[in-house]
């Protein structure tokens, strides 16, 4: 790595998962790590109250939306959305695998035509002072070499595009679910640190199958960045070292009790004021106290008690109990 870059550690897009409850919760455990959203279709932002499908609180600063589309129109009109709502950066998925998203022909299959790509993020770059990034595959289908990486790096980056995140293993649109596509094909590290040492400029971001921080360290010797998806939302606290040992951030972090007395009064705004049930929230803390004592009876208080009407402060305050 030639530089340091300010957002070495990103929690990746992950839908159902990084809604705004999650990342609120995540930010009472690291106050530094770059939060995306989970992708967001241009139609729904569009077609509804952005406030509703996008809001999000001041406290997940630095926050990057993360857009699925392929209209520069919409790309375009959604950007400026985001500026104006103070997101950080703006982020176009181009390796999201599933059915509806190639029906719609956005996400990975948009690795195969990098020149439209390019169109998109000048648009969208052209409309807005926010950065513009873009979060990719290795490869798609048959188009899976370094080299087809590097071309569409190469041509995408032509539009002013500085920063790349590419989840290091490729998609396989026939035959593979989105979530064999998480798995199935190998992961390739090595590439994506290739990419970083053939275009230094660039801001390169590494994503797959990492698990701990010590891992993240590693890839950090070869890229400006790390992001964790799956391992930061079943082991949570796993970021509790991230701003100390990655920003220098010395200050104190919460105990994973004292995380939870910080969400009661959120839990109490969301459920009496916003008309949320309690489980919109509590769905997201349950793999908090993984290996802890009681971490069982923690998950099973909230799996029974937290959909109910009435469910607020209290009952999160109930399932602390269980737990040493
Ligand atoms: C449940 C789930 C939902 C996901 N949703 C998105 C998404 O909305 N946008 C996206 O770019 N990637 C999405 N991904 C992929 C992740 O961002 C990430 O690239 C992938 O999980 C590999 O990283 P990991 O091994 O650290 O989880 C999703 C992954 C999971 C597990």
């Known amino acids: 790595m030639t530089e340091t870059f300010e957002h070495p550690i990103s929690l990746a897009p992950m839908m159902k998962r990084t809604d705004r409850h999650f990342r609120f919760f ?3 455990i690291t106050r530094r790590t770059l939060l ?16 509703r499908i996008i809001g999000f609180d001041e406290c997940e600063h630095p926050i990057a939306l993360q857009l699925g589309g392929a209209d520069p129109t919409e790309l375009t ?51 807005v ?3 513009v990034t873009v979060k ?5 289908d048959d188009i899976d070499r370094y080299e087809d990486m590097l071309n569409f790096v190469d041509i995408v980056s032509k539009t002013g595009c500085k920063r790349f995140t590419v989840h290091a293993r490729k998609a396989w649109l026939q035959g593979l679910s989105p979530a064999e596509n998480r798995d199935i094909p190998p992961l390739r590290h090595p590439e994506v640190h290739r990419l970083k040492q053939a275009r230094p ?17 590693h890839h950090l010797e070869h ?19 991230v701003d100390r040992r990655f920003y220098g951030d010395e200050t104190p972090v919460p105990s994973r009790h004292k995380v939870i007395e910080n969400l009661f009064d959120y839990a109490d705004y969301w459920t009496r004021e916003r008309g949320h049930k ?15 004592q009681g971490a069982g009876r923690w998950r099973r208080h909230l799996s029974e008690e937290a959909h109910k009407d009435g469910a607020n402060s209290r009952t999160l305050q109930d399932a602390l109990a269980f737990v040493s």
């Open 136 to 140: 990719h595959r290795i490869g798609v």
């Open 223 to 241: 890229v400006d960045a790390v992001m964790i998806g799956r391992a930061a939302y079943e082991d949570p606290y796993l970021f509790a070292d």
């Open 201 to 217: 400029h660039l801001i390169v971001e590494t994503n797959g199958g990492i698990t701990c921080l010590d891992e993240a360290a």
């Open 26 to 28: 995540l930010r009472q």
């Open 278 to 292: 309690l489980n919109y929230i509590t769905r997201h803390l349950l793999h908090l106290f993984s290996g802890q």
């Open 77 to 127: 009109e959604c950007a400026r959305i985001a500026e104006d709502m103070g997101y950080d950066e703006v982020n176009l998925n181009v390796g999201c695998p599933s059915n509806r998203v190639k029906k719609g022909r956005f996400g990975a299959c948009l690795m195969k035509t990098p020149d439209e790509v390019a169109r998109v993020v000048e648009a969208m770059q052209d409309a």
């Open 36 to 51: 995306y959203t989970e992708m967001v279709n241009t139609q729904a932002i569009l077609n509804h109250d952005p406030e």
């Open 129 to 131: 002072d926010i950065e």
